[in-house]
């Protein structure tokens, strides 16, 4: 794979909470509870060791990596870190590969020549020239789109696995590369164009979305960040309904398969999982989940 298209695959990593905010959510209902503030929350039932769940914005903003004391505390003091995905170099091959068409077909082909004229001078910013841009497929597109233009190396979930790796913890993932990945190539081909074209039209609006985000994150505040994410829906109708299935995807049915995956850690204690934040919130989050499920959740911080 080429050095572009590895740079690529890390943005992948680094967008899919900021896709879910701007992409999902269109026809979410605003949930009033217990888990719509908050990001370090322990975990515990009895018999068993406390563990913590933090929820985490993948981007790279100084403001996010630096862990407050309590998080810093948390995670030094676990005895393992699970995450969404291993960052290896295997996962990263597979998103790269997954991006791009295998079948000889291009980009623009699939979008049509006046939107892809769109497209060159914007991800020519990325960092991708037009002359790598016809492989992609458009679902990778519309996620590099998302992604603010900083450091993806950098991003806080990959500072979180590094220190993990230097401190010695054992690291597990919630899903694979591939599971995540589908969520996007599954699309339909309409709807990933719908979705492109949207990403195209509310580029310039990135930066100031992504720091209400960042504001809203570092307010440790859930229901403001679903809120942005509310505001961000257009008002076309099929734009919508694809949104919503888009979100079933990528949060609800995520949601079920994390709690899933994750109570093994749990269940040995001294656990440290790092989450996107929007999946603690609200009543099909994995608070919620982790509630039902018989364990004792409580916000820290």
Request: aromatic share 8%; hydrophobic share 40%; net charge negative.
């Amino acid at each position: 794979m080429n050095g572009a298209c590895m740079r690529s695959a890390w943005r992948v990593c680094a967008a899919l909470l900021l896709v879910a905010c701007a992409l999902s959510g269109a026809q979410a209902q605003e949930f009033s509870g217990p888990f719509t503030q908050g990001l370090l929350w322990r975990v515990e039932k009895s018999g068993v060791a406390p563990s913590h769940l933090f929820g985490t914005i993948h981007i790279d903003d100084k403001r996010v990596t630096m862990l407050p004391d309590p998080v810093r505390r948390s995670f030094d003091d676990a005895r393992s870190f699970t995450m969404e995905v291993s960052l290896d170099d295997s996962s990263l091959l597979t998103l790269g590969t997954r991006m791009v068409y295998d079948d000889g077909r291009t980009l623009q082909e699939a979008t049509g020549p006046e939107l892809y004229r769109r497209i060159v001078p914007i991800m020519e910013q990325h960092g991708v020239p037009e002359a790598l841009l016809d492989a992609f497929r458009p679902w990778a597109v519309t996620l590099m789109l998302e992604v603010p233009q900083r450091n993806s190396l950098e991003v806080l979930d990959l500072m979180l696995y590094q220190q993990a790796q230097e401190q010695g913890k054992p690291v597990y993932e919630l899903e694979s590369a591939d599971e995540q990945i589908s969520i996007f190539s599954d699309m339909s081909e309409a709807d990933q164009i719908m979705m492109l074209r949207d990403a195209v039209d509310t580029y310039r609006d990135l930066s100031q979305q992504t720091e209400k985000l960042v504001q809203a994150y570092l307010a440790r505040d859930l229901a403001e960040m679903w809120k942005i994410n509310q505001e961000s829906a257009g008002g076309d109708a099929d734009l919508k309904d694809a949104s919503e299935r888009f979100e079933r995807k990528l949060l609800d049915d995520r949601n079920v398969r994390m709690v899933e995956r994750m109570q093994p850690q749990l269940q040995q204690g001294g656990a440290f999982v790092a989450i996107g934040a929007l999946h603690l919130y609200g009543a099909r989050g994995v608070l919620a989940l982790l509630q039902r499920a018989g364990w004792k959740v409580t916000r820290v911080y």
